[in-house]
Each structure stands twice: as structure tokens, then as C-alpha cells.
């Protein structure tokens, strides 16, 4: 290990010493500022995009919260009118069983006043 410690040292070394750079750069200062203005133009778009879709979840998420309430009205009428029904449908039950017993009655007192005209 020390071997190759001191042949990365003096490689090092003589990378510093001649004269080529340890890092070149391959696009000019042009390029990168163009780089850097675009970087920048896409993220204030992507910006205000945010905040556009912000703004509409937000509203979106007002409008559920609406829709939310009035189906459970909705839901609450449902259910008075459901137990509504019912009631309803046991008194008409009810009055029919009346009727039954109101035409039987009627049925007998004919009866009786038609055997009492024959006598």
C-alpha cells in the first residue's frame, strides 16, 4: 500500500506540475449563462404552474366539501321520506282493514233490513 501511495502522490504531484489543467471545461461561459437563463425560465413557469394547480386544488377541495354537505342532506331527506313511506304504508294498510270491516258491517245490516222488509 505504501508502494501505491507514493505513486498516486507522485502522479499527482506531476499532474499539478505540467502544464495541462486537472479539470478542462468543454462549454463556454455563453453556453452555460444560456444554460443557467433557460434553467431558470423553466422553473419560474414550472412556479407559477404550482401555484395555478395550488390555487384549483384548493378550490376543488371547497367545491367537495360542498358537494359532501349537500349529499348528506340529501341523504337525511332520503331517509325522512323512506320513514315517511312506511308510516304511509301501514296506515293504508291500516284504513283498508278498516274498509274490510266497514263493508262487512254494511254487508250484514243490508242483510238484516232486506230479511226484515221480507217478514
Excluded: W
Aim: include cysteine; charge should be negative.
Amino acid at each position: 500500500t505504501r508502494g501505491r501511495a507514493s505513486v498516486c502522490r507522485k502522479s499527482l504531484f506531476e499532474m499539478v506540475a505540467s502544464d495541462t489543467p486537472l479539470i478542462t471545461f468543454t462549454l463556454s461561459y455563453q453556453a452555460l449563462e444560456d444554460f443557467v437563463e433557460s434553467t431558470h425560465a423553466k422553473f419560474t413557469e414550472h412556479e407559477k404552474r404550482l401555484v395555478v394547480l395550488e390555487k384549483q386544488t384548493t378550490s376543488l377541495s371547497s367545491r367537495n366539501n360542498v358537494l359532501e354537505r349537500i349529499l348528506q342532506e340529501r341523504e337525511e331527506e332520503i331517509r325522512a321520506l323512506r320513514s315517511e313511506c312506511k308510516q304511509l304504508a301501514a296506515q293504508t294498510v291500516e284504513v283498508e282493514e278498516q274498509n274490510q270491516a266497514l263493508r262487512e258491517e254494511n254487508a250484514l245490516a243490508f242483510t238484516k233490513i232486506y230479511k226484515k222488509l221480507e217478514s
